[in-house]
C-alpha cells in the first residue's frame, strides 16, 4: 500500500501515456484526428504512459492477473476473422415503432424510434427515476422489509408510470428490454468444423462460464460462416439475471419479445451515431452506477472486446465520500464540479486527513479500478489485433456526470475522448431530442435498444 | 448491429405451444360440432321427419315382401323343420278327447279302455245294469251319437269318419241281478292336410295364420 502510494505520487500533473515507446504504442492512431483508421508510429509525449509501465513487467501482469483476466476479460483466442457481417435478430425490424424499456435500480426509461428507412426518429422518451426511501431513526427499526423486494416494487411502480406516460400499452407487440449487470459475458468465438445446428451446443465447451454451468445461460449471435466455420459472438448470462428480468416483467404486466443486452445496445448506439468508416476501432468507457465497461468496438476484422470493470460510479462516490467525510449530496456536488483530474493529485490528497487517505484513497482508485484497467484492456486487445488500439475513445452513462472525464481519460491515454453523441442522428421533435440530450446519462441505453432495424 | 434476443427461443416455445393449443382446439371443435352435427341427424331421425305416409306404405310393403319370401324361401327351406311343423299340428289334445268322453257317460257306464293313434282310435266301456240286451243297445247308440256330435264339435272327426260300434255289448260277468257288459267304439280322425303357411295380409294383424 505504500509502495503503491509512493509509486503512484510520482505520476502526478504528468500525462501517463505519453511515454510510449514500447511495441504496443508504435502503431497508435493520431489523437489529432477524429475516427482516423490510420495509426500514428510516434504518440504525442504529455508525461508518463501508463501503458508503458506496465509493458516493462508483462510477465507479472500475466501471472498476477491469470486467472482475473479469465473472469472479466471476454476476449476469445486468436483466430483469422473475415468480414464481419451482423446478422441482426429480425424480430421487430418489421414493426412500425419499437418501444425500448431499460430498467436499472435508478431509473426506469422508455424510448420509442420509427425508422423510415434512412433515418431514425425519436419519438417518445420517458425516464423515471427510482427514489429509494431515506432511511431516518424513526423508520430504521420500522421497516423490515427487504431492500430487493422495495427496489423491485418500486420498479413496478416506475414501469406503469413509464408506459402510462409514453401512452403505449404493455401489451405492444413490440416491446424490447435488456439484460444488464456484471453476470453478463460476451465474447467473440471462431467455430470450426461444427455444423450451424451444433454451434449452441458446443458454446459450453469453447466459453468456460465463470458462472456454475448449470446456472447459465447460453446466447450467440452468427457474425460470418464459412459450412462448417462460424465466427459468432456468444454471450453468458447467470440465470439469475435471466430470471430476475422475467419475474420484473412479469409482475409489471409487460409482454417483452426482445430481450437485449445493455452492452450491445450501447455498441448499436455507437454505430447508429458515428458510423465509423471500415477499420475504425473505437472505444467506449461505460460507467454506470453499479457496473461499468470498456467497450472496443470494431468496424473491420477486428474483435468487438468487452471487459467489465469495478470502477463505477457508486463505489466511486462512496470512496469520495469516505475520503472528504461529506454528505451524499455534498459527494455528488463535487463529482459534478470537480475537476476529474485532481482525484489523482497530491493536491487533492492533502485537502484531507492522512488516515482518510490511507484508508479510502480515491487517487488510488481511480488509477487501479480505470487506468490501469483501461491499459490491460488496450494492451490485451493490442496483442490480440495486431497492435490495434483504439484511435477514439467514448464516454457514456454516469461519466457524463463527471466533470471533465472526457479531458481526464483524454490527458491519460493520449487518445482523443468524447462523450457519445446519443441524440444528434435523429430525427424527430426538437422537444423530445432536447429532452434525451438533457437525460443523455440515463436514457442512452433504451435510445440503443429501440435501434433494431435492419 | 449486433442483436442478441434471450427471449427467442421462449417466444418459439410460446409460438409451438399457440401452435400445439390452436391445433388442439381445432381437432375440439371440429369433432364436437360433428358430434353435435350427428346427435341433430339422428334426432331429427327418430322425429321421422322427413319421411311422408307413401314412404311409410312402401316401408310396410317392402318389410311385408320381405317376410313373405323369407318364410317362402328361406323359412321351410329344410325340410326337417316342415316335419316338425306338421307333426305338431297333429297332435292332438287327448284331455279333450276323453272330457268329450267323459261328459257323455253316466253312472251306469265307465271307461275300461282308450286307444290312441295318429289315425284312430278305440274305447271300451263296460255298462253295469240289470236292463236287457236291446235296452243297453239303444243306450249305445245314444252314447255314439253324443260323442260323435262333440267329436265332430271339436274337429277331430269329420261325417264321413265317424266313431262306430266295433264289438256289440257282451256279458262278462253277473253279479246278483246285474250284468257287466263289454262293447267297443273305434273310428279314425279326420286326415289333416299339411298346411302351409301364407303371409299375413295386410291389415290382419300380427302372427301367422295357419290352415
Known amino acids: ?454 | 448491429m449486433y442483436k442478441f434476443n434471450f427471449l427467442n427461443k421462449i417466444n418459439l416455445e410460446k409460438l409451438e405451444e399457440k401452435k400445439r393449443n390452436r391445433f388442439i382446439k381445432m381437432i375440439f371443435l371440429s369433432s364436437t360440432s360433428c358430434l353435435v352435427l350427428l346427435l341433430i341427424i339422428l334426432f331429427l331421425q327418430s322425429l321421422n321427419i322427413g319421411s311422408s305416409f307413401n314412404d311409410a306404405q312402401d316401408y310396410q310393403k317392402r318389410i311385408t315382401d320381405k317376410s313373405a319370401a323369407f318364410r317362402n324361401g328361406d323359412f321351410f327351406k329344410y325340410k326337417s323343420i316342415e316335419n316338425a311343423y306338421n307333426s305338431a299340428l297333429k297332435r292332438r289334445s287327448i284331455t279333450s278327447i276323453l272330457n268329450a268322453i267323459e261328459t257323455s257317460l253316466d253312472s251306469t257306464l265307465i271307461l275300461d279302455n282308450f286307444l290312441i293313434s295318429e289315425k284312430g282310435y278305440e274305447l271300451r266301456f263296460i255298462s253295469r245294469t240289470s236292463s236287457s240286451k236291446s235296452q243297453l243297445m239303444s243306450r249305445v247308440n245314444m252314447l255314439k251319437d253324443e260323442i260323435n256330435g262333440k267329436l265332430l264339435r271339436m274337429g277331430y272327426i269329420n261325417d264321413k269318419s265317424e266313431m262306430n260300434l266295433l264289438r256289440s255289448p257282451d256279458i262278462k260277468k253277473n253279479f246278483d241281478e246285474f250284468q257287466y257288459w263289454v262293447f267297443d267304439f273305434g273310428g279314425d280322425f279326420k286326415k289333416p292336410a299339411p298346411s302351409k303357411t301364407q303371409a299375413p295380409q295386410p291389415g290382419s294383424g300380427s302372427g301367422l295364420n295357419l290352415k
Open chain 1, 1 to 454: 500500500m505504500t509502495d503503491d502510494s509512493q509509486k503512484e505520487s510520482k505520476s502526478i500533473g504528468r500525462n501517463i501515456f505519453a511515454e510510449g515507446k514500447s511495441d504496443l504504442f508504435k502503431n497508435k492512431p493520431d489523437s489529432g484526428k477524429k475516427d482516423a483508421p490510420s495509426v500514428d508510429s510516434s504518440p504525442k509525449s504529455f508525461g508518463r504512459n501508463i501503458f508503458s509501465e506496465v509493458q516493462k513487467t508483462p510477465e507479472t501482469f500475466k501471472t498476477s492477473a491469470g486467472n482475473e483476466d479469465l473472469k472479466i476479460i471476454e476476449k476469445s483466442s486468436k483466430r483469422e476473422t473475415t468480414d464481419k457481417k451482423p446478422t441482426a435478430d429480425t424480430s421487430g425490424s418489421k414493426r412500425s415503432k419499437i418501444n425500448a424499456v431499460h430498467i436499472t435500480k435508478e431509473n426506469v426509461t422508455f424510448a420509442q424510434t420509427t425508422f423510415d428507412g434512412v433515418q431514425y426518429k425519436l419519438t417518445n422518451l420517458q425516464v423515471m427515476p427510482i427514489e429509494l426511501p431515506q432511511i431516518t431513526e424513526e423508520n430504521l427499526l420500522k421497516d423490515k422489509e427487504d431492500p430487493e423486494i422495495v427496489i423491485r416494487r418500486l420498479q413496478v411502480e416506475a414501469i406503469d408510470k413509464v408506459f402510462t406516460r409514453a401512452g403505449v400499452s404493455k401489451k405492444d407487440p413490440m416491446i424490447v428490454s435488456s439484460l444488464n449487470g456484471p453476470n453478463i459475458i460476451i465474447r467473440q468465438l471462431y467455430v470450426q468444423n461444427t455444423p450451424t445446428e451444433n454451434v449452441e451446443m458446443e458454446l459450453p465447451r469453447l466459453v468456460k462460464s465463470p458462472f456454475n454451468e448449470l446456472i447459465s445461460r447460453y446466447e450467440y449471435i452468427p457474425l460470418h460462416s464459412d459450412g462448417m466455420n462460424h465466427d459468432v459472438l456468444a454471450s453468458i448470462v447467470e440465470s439469475s439475471t435471466f430470471f430476475n428480468a422475467l419475474t420484473l416483467f412479469n409482475m409489471s404486466g409487460i409482454e417483452c419479445q426482445v430481450l437485449d443486452i445493455d452492452k450491445m445496445a450501447i455498441v448499436n448506439l455507437y454505430n447508429e451515431s458515428v458510423k465509423p468508416p471500415k477499420g475504425t476501432v473505437s472505444c467506449i468507457i461505460d460507467i454506470n452506477n453499479d457496473y461499468s465497461h470498456i467497450i472496443i468496438i470494431p468496424s473491420g476484422n477486428e474483435e468487438l472486446y468487452i471487459r467489465n470493470i469495478e470502477f463505477t460510479y457508486s463505489a466511486f462516490k462512496k470512496m469520495l465520500q469516505k475520503n472528504r467525510d461529506i454528505s451524499v449530496a455534498e459527494t455528488e456536488e463535487m463529482i459534478r464540479t470537480r475537476n476529474f483530474y485532481d482525484y489523482i493529485t497530491n493536491a487533492f490528497e492533502a485537502e484531507t486527513t492522512e488516515n482518510l487517505n490511507q484508508h479510502y484513497s480515491v487517487k488510488k482508485y481511480v488509477r487501479m479500478q480505470l487506468l490501469r484497467e483501461l491499459q490491460k484492456t488496450f494492451q490485451y486487445y493490442s496483442q490480440q489485433n495486431q497492435n490495434k488500439i483504439p484511435s477514439k475513445i467514448y464516454i457514456t452513462g454516469k461519466a457524463l456526470e463527471m466533470s471533465k472525464f472526457a479531458q481526464f481519460i483524454n490527458k491519460n491515454t493520449d487518445i482523443p475522448c468524447d462523450k457519445l453523441d446519443v441524440t444528434g442522428f435523429f430525427n424527430g421533435d426538437s422537444t423530445v431530442l432536447d429532452y434525451a440530450g438533457e437525460k443523455e446519462s440515463i436514457a442512452y441505453v433504451a435510445i440503443g435498444l429501440a435501434l433494431r432495424y435492419e
